[in-house]
Nanobody, 119 residues
Framework: EVQLQASGGGSVRTGGSLRLSCATS????????VGWFRQVPGKEREAISC????????FYVDTVKDRFTVSRDDAKNMLYLAMNNLKSEDTAVYFC????????????WGQGTQVTVSS
């Protein structure tokens, strides 16, 4: 059974930092692209970052580029998201997800972790 579990969320002040972790199991982690999404109530889930399996290339949506860093540890089946210089607009529930393979979209999401940024 594929499982992903995000953790590490919390409440921080504007400009603060958090590091999210995603523990995975039930699939060959190093064979898949994995990524991070976030969702605000009333809005669609937004893809914000992913990291490729082969060479570790990372993608970031413009709103988090230069502030967030995604990384993966294939030996531990873990995905991470380091978030710096947090802004109020980063407040959301953050989810980690597994790609289907072949850049055909994501098929599994974990339970999210809440990030709240306040001034």
């Amino acid at each position: 059974e594929v499982q992903l579990q995000a953790s590490g969320g919390g409440s921080v002040r504007t400009g603060g930092s958090l590091r999210l972790s995603c523990a995975t199991s039930g699939f060959s982690f190093d064979d898949y692209v994995v990524g991070w999404f976030r969702q605000v109530p009333g809005k669609e889930r937004e893809a914000i970052s992913c990291v490729y399996k082969s060479d570790g290339r990372a993608f970031y949506v413009d709103t988090v580029k230069d502030r967030f860093t995604v990384s993966r540890d294939d030996a531990k089946n873990m995905l991470y998201l380091a978030m710096n210089n947090l802004k109020s607009e980063d407040t959301a529930v953050y989810f980690c997800a597994k790609d289907r393979g072949g850049d055909s979209g994501y098929d599994y999401w974990g339970q999210g972790t809440q990030v709240t940024v306040s001034s």
